[in-house]
């Protein structure tokens, strides 16, 4: 069974600076995906970023940015130029790189979270 | 677009009663969808997976009889919490995956369930 880990239960940042939230993961897969998504204060569940596990270049969406590492199961998330409203947990998930794109087989593992603070 | 709605978002009932939870998705069709529960502070955890037309399958130690899930229509899935009890209060999540295109799970904004 896949699992993922997230040894950070809490970190901090001070606005305008940069973070970087750690993710490992276990698999004997060697295709899949993996995401980090964010849950502010409302819950809503939102897609910060995306990497497939085929693509050897590091995902960016603006100021966020992964660090793929797949030979060390590594996907951390950087977040650069910190704002107030980044103030959320964020969850690392895991996929199987499944071609079914239904049932179990597109099933989300997600690891514990990291509770992101962000100050002045 | 890809956006999932659940009704309600919050809800109070008495303990021994009945709950159901509405999860849809609003702006494609969803050949699958999944039901998350939420501790707080916690992860989500994944209760079960709904299949339009089919039985849902559910995780290890999730009650099937208990929590109830029917997809009946590629926009709809419901939960339903039978004969609940306080330690069912919980923060309930719904994600959608497109049957089709794509990889990502698109989630509801939750609905906290209070059973006094």
């Known amino acids: 069974a896949q699992t993922v880990t997230q040894s950070q239960p809490e970190m901090s940042v001070q606005e305008a600076e940069t973070v970087t939230l750690s993710c490992t993961y276990d698999?004997?897969?060697?295709?899949?995906?993996l995401f980090w998504y964010k849950q502010p204060p409302s819950r809503q569940m939102i897609l910060v970023i995306r990497?497939?596990?085929?693509?050897?270049q590091n995902a960016t969406e603006n100021r966020f940015s992964v660090n793929f590492q797949k030979a060390a199961k590594s996907f951390s998330l950087k977040i650069s130029d910190s704002q107030l409203g980044d103030a959320a947990m964020y969850f690392c998930?895991?996929?199987?790189?499944?071609?079914?794109?239904?049932?179990?087989?597109?099933?989300?593992?997600f690891g514990t979270g990291t509770r992101l603070q962000v100050t002045l | 677009g890809a956006v999932v709605s659940q009704h309600p978002s919050r809800v109070i009932c008495k303990s021994g009663t009945s709950v159901k939870i509405e999860c849809r998705s609003l702006?494609?069709?969803?050949?699958?969808m999944f039901w998350y529960r939420q501790f707080p502070k916690k992860s989500l955890m994944l209760m079960a997976t709904?299949?339009?037309?089919?039985?849902?399958?559910?995780e290890q130690g999730v009650e099937k009889d208990k929590f109830l899930i029917n997809h009946a229509s590629l926009t709809l899935s419901t939960l339903t919490v039978t004969s609940a009890h306080p330690e069912d209060s919980s923060f309930y999540i719904c994600?959608?995956?497109?049957?089709?295109?794509?990889?990502?799970?698109?989630f509801g904004p939750g609905t906290r369930l209070t059973v006094t």
């Open positions: 994600s959608a995956h497109r049957g089709t295109g794509g990889y990502e799970q698109y």
């Open positions: 698999t004997s897969e060697s295709d899949y995906y």
């Open positions: 990497q497939e596990a085929y693509k050897q």
């Open positions: 998930a895991y996929r199987r790189g499944s071609h079914i794109n239904t049932g179990t087989a597109s099933k989300l593992t």
């Open positions: 702006d494609f069709q969803a050949t699958t």
């Open positions: 709904s299949n339009e037309g089919s039985k849902a399958t559910y």
